[in-house]
DNA sequence: CGACGATGTGAATCGTGATTCACCGTCCAT
DNA sequence: ATGGACGGTGAATCACGATTCACATCGTCG
């Protein structure tokens, strides 16, 4: 009926997508229901299926599919040759992330700490490893250059994304979909970093 | 029939605590159904409801009950006369909650990071809350005093209270029930404090 | 003794969503 | 035109654990 490729929506699986992140970024998981997801992409329960196997392989393609697109932001900030030395790569990946989360706190919350299906879970669990190794990665360079004092990268990462994870999502989630002033947080989250890894002052 | 103070159990009450905390001890929040709960205490589903209106009722009691002996260790180590600099106070409290955690991570994990029912998550944010604002009083002292770099105080807190969290849980809920080397993790925590509240080298 | 309250039993019931399935249209290939 | 694959429908079903409730049991008190 509806021409090919034109007006409101694309295909019936696009749409579901699309369905299931806008109700994760108003209510959260918890808010995206087959139902609700269904009835907001137009079409009824049964057609989830004829695209997904659950609901849960549905939320993992999306997880897979936006923390996928967060991870090329933050590879690309701490790649920039903006930056020289490790301690401005570890900021610049996380300012980004920060600021990125900030900006719909919901979704952050969704992505980062909120209760999901095991097998979303296990795709959150991948990202956030691979979070940390690739900041793991940068700070080894910074130790080994004598840029850092010594430390267990490993170690040193987890404490970074959890920490600016809570900082997040912690403070933010008491608060509605206006964060209070996201400049703010982030240049005190940046500071906070680069006294964690032990890099000095700002450049 | 038993003696009324002897030998293996006290009142049912305190049975079904007991039977709801070595549970979640060890298979966290999830493996604690009423079920389980009622056979390990050794009475039926429905006695649980003599005492508590709903499971969650019961888990917010056990929480609190943990999470403020929890909180009693770590102010009480935190307020020692042995530390003297702000700094070492707040050293010493996340030590003291690293220490504890890694002694039983399964429970760490259900009461620092598992997916749990809103009441008793009601509960553990309120703990959160009390320690990110205890570290926070720490800090402001220790920055009006002029022995920690100028910060905000809240944020710093909160991002410990997540980093020392997400680097006890993180690593280690891939693991069994045998940490690795509790006492490694707990001085590179450590270290990691120290550099990211701005203290210098140990004392 | 007999009533009564507090406590315990456990099978039946409920609530909440996810999941299934018998039944269409539509569109293309033969 | 006709068969059948590809979606789509939506009410019925299922799974799963919490919760209820009609029925004991026991200890205490008048």
Redesign the pocket.
Same mark, same amino acid.
Request: net charge positive; aromatic share 6%.
């Given at each position: 009926?509806a021409g090919s490729s034109s007006s409101a929506s694309g295909?019936?699986?696009a749409r579901?997508l699309e369905a299931a992140l806008a109700l994760t970024g108003e209510g959260g998981y918890?808010a995206? +229901?087959?139902? %609700?997801?269904?009835a907001q992409a137009?079409? +009824?329960?049964? %057609?989830?299926?004829?695209?997904?196997?659950?609901?849960?392989?549905l939320f993992a393609e999306l997880f897979r599919t936006v923390c996928s697109r967060e991870l090329e932001e933050m590879t690309a900030a701490g790649a920039s040759p903006r930056h020289t030395t490790a301690a401005e790569r570890v900021e610049a990946v996380l300012t980004t992330f920060s600021s990125r989360a900030l900006r719909n706190p919901r979704l952050a919350w969704a992505l980062i700490a909120e209760p999901v299906d095991p097998l979303v879970e296990a795709e959150r669990l991948a990202y956030r490893r691979t979070y940390r190794e690739g900041l793991a990665a940068l700070l080894r360079t910074g130790v080994d250059a004598g840029d850092l004092p010594p430390q267990d990268p490993d170690l040193t990462a987890a404490a970074l994304v959890g920490g600016v994870g809570e900082a997040l999502v912690g403070p933010t989630s008491p608060l509605a979909d206006a964060p209070p002033d996201a400049a703010v947080i982030v240049a005190a989250l940046s500071a906070f970093v680069r006294r964690a890894i032990g890099a000095g002052d700002p450049g």
């Open positions: 009926m295909t019936t699986r579901l918890a995206a +229901s087959v139902a %609700a997801i269904a137009g079409v +009824s329960n049964g %057609a989830l299926y004829r695209h997904w196997s659950s609901k849960g392989e």
